[in-house]
């Protein structure tokens, strides 16, 4: 089969790879739609743990075969890729903490991936779909199920003020989640104007470009003593530190952003967090028990119904096959985008 093959950092190549077979209590899916994540890209960027790998988790298709031990009703069936490969076994994957399993492996970082024909994958790690949702639409289940999450995380309720920085592929999925769970202030901030139009349009009240304004006095104009939750989805350093800034007493900040490593914060930040009584949560993946979690049902229900907008949130559309011009594009911050989704089959 072909496949898009990272082989070193900053090397893609779209090339034969050995189709997989399902193994005993797998399924193989056959690909018809992958979105390219920015995790994807940062493996490309920066380098990644390990070599060759096949990215991609944000994955969907139709299981064309199955490994001994699996019901053969399976064939045929639409389904999405569940990256997260817990062991269902340790303390954490006992109490439903699954991102926190010790020895978890992850599709399409620490196993082969979605950017390929064909993937095969464990049982539990297929989130089957009605046949009547598109493909692309089933290819970003999971970025919806991070944005979902990140709300369980920041305890949000209905009525409240959110305050998202960043809005790229996650914060628009959370300006979705935050209309469609009835949020009564929606205010985004971005560097890109193209990013805070999708927003707006997703259902975003108040759009501010940190370029062209100051971003907390603005936020303190708009809504006084600040948001009930902050959700941080840049990585920078200097957003994360405006994060206290815009947030109100008692209020609560998650962050989903991967900051640079080599960078560090002033104690200030914990001095007003502390003095504001704000609660900071991280959020690492998308799971909840029972396995998957109600990210996934949730999103489901809400693309059944119509009310998450993946359409608007894809950008371009390319062939497998033109994932290395694409990636080398990117690296290179040649092309603005949004979602970018490949299509295995026009290779
Ligand atoms: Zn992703
Ligand atoms: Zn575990």
């Given amino acids: ?53 096949i990215l991609g988790h944000e994955t969907s298709g139709v299981i064309d075969s199955i490994g001994s031990g699996v019901a053969e009703s399976y064939i045929g069936k639409h389904a999405a890729i569940i990256p997260l490969v817990p062991c269902f076994e340790c303390e954490q994957c006992q109490r439903g903490y699954y991102s926190a399993c010790h020895s978890y492996s992850f599709i399409g970082s620490r196993q082969s991936g979605g950017f390929a024909e064909y993937v095969d ?35 949000f309720k209905s009525g409240q003020t959110v305050v998202v920085f960043g809005v790229g592929s996650i914060g628009l999925m959370l300006v979705q989640w935050l209309r469609i769970l009835g949020a009564q202030k929606i205010v985004v901030s971005d560097l890109l104007e193209d990013n805070l139009k999708i927003a707006a349009k997703v259902g975003a009240h ?26 941080e989805a840049t990585g920078v350093p200097q ?16 962050l989903a952003g991967n900051q640079p490593l080599d960078k ?29 979690g ?38 290179a911050h040649q092309l603005v985008h949004q979602k970018i989704m490949l299509n295995p089959e026009e290779a």
């Fill in 294 to 331: 109600h990210e996934w049902t949730d999103t489901i229900t809400a693309l059944l119904d119509g009310s998450l907008d993946m359409d608007t949130m894809i950008s371009h559309r390319y062939s497998l096959s033109k994932a290395p011009e694409v990636f080398g594009k990117i690296g």
């Fill in 264 to 292: 560090s914060l002033p104690l200030t930040f914990i001095e007003n967090m502390m003095r504001k009584e704000i609660s900071l949560n991280g959020c690492f993946m998308s799971y909840s028990a029972p396995f998957p």
């Fill in 121 to 155: 994958l464990p049982e539990r790690n297929v989130f089957i779909l009605p046949d009547e949702l598109p493909f692309e639409h089933a290819a970003l289940i999971e970025p919806s199920t991070v944005a979902r999450h990140m709300l369980t995380l920041g305890d």
């Fill in 1 to 53: 089969m072909k496949a898009a093959v990272l082989e070193n950092k900053g090397a893609l190549t779209y090339k034969d790879v050995p189709t997989p077979e399902a193994g005993p209590g797998h399924v193989r899916l056959k690909v018809k739609a992958i979105s390219i994540c920015g995790s994807d890209i940062k493996r490309f960027v920066d380098g990644h743990r390990m070599y060759p790998l």
């Fill in 206 to 231: 108040i759009t501010l470009n940190p370029s062209k304004v100051d971003v907390i006095k603005e936020v303190q104009r708009r809504i006084g003593d600040g948001a009930d939750l902050t959700l």
């Fill in 239 to 254: 957003v994360l530190e405006q994060t206290i800034s815009v947030t109100r007493p008692r209020g609560k900040i998650v």
